[in-house]
């Protein structure tokens, strides 16, 4: 008989405890607690499984107020809670809204359009290299298509035609679309007298300010603002070494097409470097109405005359025909004629390739990256034109 009142009690002491564990338990939450509001917000933050536990054990026993048991066991303990207990069941109540939060809603910010045009900047300062605006004077020695002048030194011979038919390289959803490199990326320009610069060569820089990666930086700024999806390597893949730099920027570009087979497009952005009869150095420049002076551009494209593979070159060469006529209905003289090689330039790599060099050694980094932001402009407008 003993045995049995003593089995029956059992669970009632084991309850007991329990509730005495879970009362100090949220006395140890809410000390430090000045106001009954910071109490209450300790007290939910932590008792959620508590809180259910004692309610099933217990049930209610208070006015039917909200509060469970076990918040009003652990409010019992603390007079300035006790005493505000009606308070503190308006505080559980305003936090805990019964209906569920209702989303935000977004209003969208209308963008303004781009401006196709470059905005006008002032002039960039001289650098006192003397400049020449090279233009043909005549149609001998090219082959001409319109506004398309073709220096070409290898045997094939071109037909006009082709020339204007359509270039498969295009534009897709799919991101990036257009890489950007730089074979040569150590090549520089002239900038002010007096700007520090350290050379490491003759006209060549590691420092990216000064030299083509600057040029490539402002193209894939302005492709981007165009919505063109644009991976620009800034490796300076001719330093510390010169020879095998079209080597190690092939193996770079074979890499990035086998991670981003969305690009269809390589730019291999360089400079030129000019001299007159007396081997005296000067620059070329594209004067553009409301921007200053803009370095001349030479579109290079390379074909199979070295005995390389190259079976699709023309595909490179259509584009690069298609880009000087665009150009030049906008810009006359910022292109110099396109130059058919017979080395190839990595341009085998797709169908969309082109070697660009972006002024001279001559002209200043402010003139090159002019002609780069003028070129990605009207190159994106062309090629989004092509997907209508």
């Known amino acids: 008989m003993r045995t049995a009142a003593k089995k029956r009690s059992a669970p009632r002491r084991l309850g007991a405890a329990g509730l005495a564990a879970c009362t100090l338990w949220g006395v140890a939450v809410m000390a430090g607690s000045d106001t009954a509001a910071s109490a209450v917000s300790a007290l939910r933050r932590e008792a959620s499984v508590p809180l259910s536990a004692l309610r099933w054990e217990l049930g209610d026993l208070g006015p039917d107020d909200g509060l469970s048991a076990a918040a009003v066991l652990a409010i019992a303990e603390s007079p300035l809670l006790f005493s505000a ?26 963008e303004e359009p781009l401006d196709p045009e470059p905005v006008p900047v002032e002039a960039a300062p001289e650098n006192g290299v003397p ?5 043909p004077t005549g ?33 897709t959803d799919e991101e990036p679309q257009i890489l950007i490199l730089h074979t040569h990326g150590s090549e520089s320009y002239t900038p002010v007298p007096g700007t520090e610069i350290e050379y490491s060569g003759d006209h060549r820089t590691t420092d990216n300010r000064y030299n083509v990666v600057a040029v490539g930086d402002a193209m894939a700024r302005v492709f981007g603002e165009l919505g063109i999806s644009v991976l620009h390597d800034r490796t300076l893949y001719d330093y510390p070494s010169y020879s095998g730099a079209y080597d190690r920027s092939l ?4 890499s990035y097409l086998a991670q981003y087979p969305s690009i269809h497009f390589v730019l291999d952005v360089h400079r030129d470097a000019i001299e007159d009869t007396e081997g005296n150095e000067y620059k070329v420049i594209s004067p553009v109405e409301g921007a200053g002076n803009a370095a001349q551009i030479t579109l290079v494209v390379g074909s199979d005359g070295s005995g390389l593979e190259h079976p699709r070159w023309m595909e490179n060469l259509k584009l690069a025909a298609a880009l000087q006529q665009h150009v030049s209905q906008t810009y006359p003289t910022l292109m110099r004629p396109i130059l058919l090689r017979n080395s190839r330039y990595n341009q085998h790599a797709t169908t969309g390739s082109l070697l660009l060099e972006m002024g001279a050694a001559g002209n200043s980094p402010e003139e090159a990256a002019l002609a780069g932001e003028l070129f990605a402009r009207q190159m994106a ?8």
């Open 251 to 254: 193996a770079a570009i074979d």
């Open 85 to 110: 207990r009606e308070t503190v069941a308006g505080l559980l109540s305003s936090e805990l809204p019964d209906t569920p939060l209702q989303p935000v809603e977004q209003t969208p910010v209308e």
């Open 381 to 388: 407008e062309l090629l989004q034109e092509q997907c209508k």
């Open 131 to 135: 400049a020449k605006t090279l233009v």
């Open 139 to 171: 149609e001998a020695g090219y082959t001409v298509a319109g506004r398309v002048y073709i220096s070409n030194s290898t045997d094939h011979e071109l037909e006009i035609q082709k020339l204007s038919e359509p270039f498969d390289a295009g534009l």
